[in-house]
T-cell receptor
Framework: AQTVTQSQPEMSVQEAETVTLSCTYD???????LFWYKQPPSRQMILVIR??????QNATENRFSVNFQKAAKSFSLKISDSQLGDTAMYFC?????????FGGGTRLMVKP | DTGVSQDPRHKITKRGQNVTFRCDPI?????LYWYRQTLGQGPEFLTY????????KSRLLSDRFSAERPKGSFSTLEIQRTEQGDSAMYLC????????????FGDGTRLSIL
């Protein structure tokens, strides 16, 4: 069984600033992947970044990086130099076997 | 690569009717997944296929829900005798067959039950 929890329903950030979205998870799997997906309003869900649980190094993709704390079962997303196009719902997800388990999402608003 | 395609984008129907949604995955992807997303929530896994084989269907919400992928390419999700609570976005995703690869999502089909 796997659970994913996002404790921040909504967040806002000023354009060009940095914001961190929180996620905690619980799993009985020893080998798993964690993902952050972005879902802009009325648009499809797209992958932002992924982390392999057995890798200690935190994943980075341009302005997006994660802070993966395996012992604490924490997987936060940091967005640097926020842009207006980052406004979206952000979902944390874990892959246990072949299904993704999603958190409830965080609505991020980037303000000009 | 045209991405995952879903049809229709929006379906409005009366309670009690049957509905069928179609998903065309990315052509080289062997795995195809169906999720349901209700307003303000994260997607909820329903079922998935490896080629034409349906390998997990215990998460389908009731026996009114069924899915097929007869030739290992496109898939259909059918809901029989629709109920108000079936109103949601139905998402399809696909991925390569090696494990833990990212899933690529379609735009979804929004179902509204009158």
């Amino acid at each position: 069984a796997q659970t994913v929890t996002q404790s921040q329903p909504e967040m806002s950030v000023q354009e060009a600033e940095t914001v961190t979205l929180s996620c905690t998870y619980d799993t009985s799997e020893s080998n798993y992947y964690l993902f952050w997906y972005k879902q802009p309003p009325s648009r499809q869900m797209i992958l932002v970044i992924r982390q392999e649980a057995y890798k200690q190094q935190n994943a980075t993709e341009n302005r997006f990086s994660v802070n993966f704390q395996k012992a604490a079962k924490s997987f936060s997303l940091k967005i640097s130099d926020s842009q207006l196009g980052d406004t979206a719902m952000y979902f944390c997800a874990g892959n246990a076997g072949n299904m993704l388990t999603f958190g409830g999402g965080t609505r991020l608003m980037v303000k000009p | 690569d045209t991405g995952v395609s879903q049809d229709p984008r929006h379906k409005i129907t009366k309670r009690g009717q049957n509905v069928t949604f179609r998903c065309d995955p990315i052509s080289e992807h062997n795995r195809l997944y169906w999720y349901r997303q209700t307003l303000g929530q994260g997607p909820e896994f329903l079922t998935y296929f490896q080629n034409e084989a349906q390998l997990e269907k215990s998460r389908l919400l009731s026996d009114r829900f069924s899915a097929e992928r007869p030739k290992g390419s496109f898939s259909t999700l059918e809901i029989q005798r629709t109920e108000q609570g079936d109103s949601a976005m139905y998402l399809c995703a696909s991925s390569p067959s090696y494990s833990n690869q990212p899933q690529h999502f379609g735009d979804g089909t929004r179902l509204s039950i009158l």
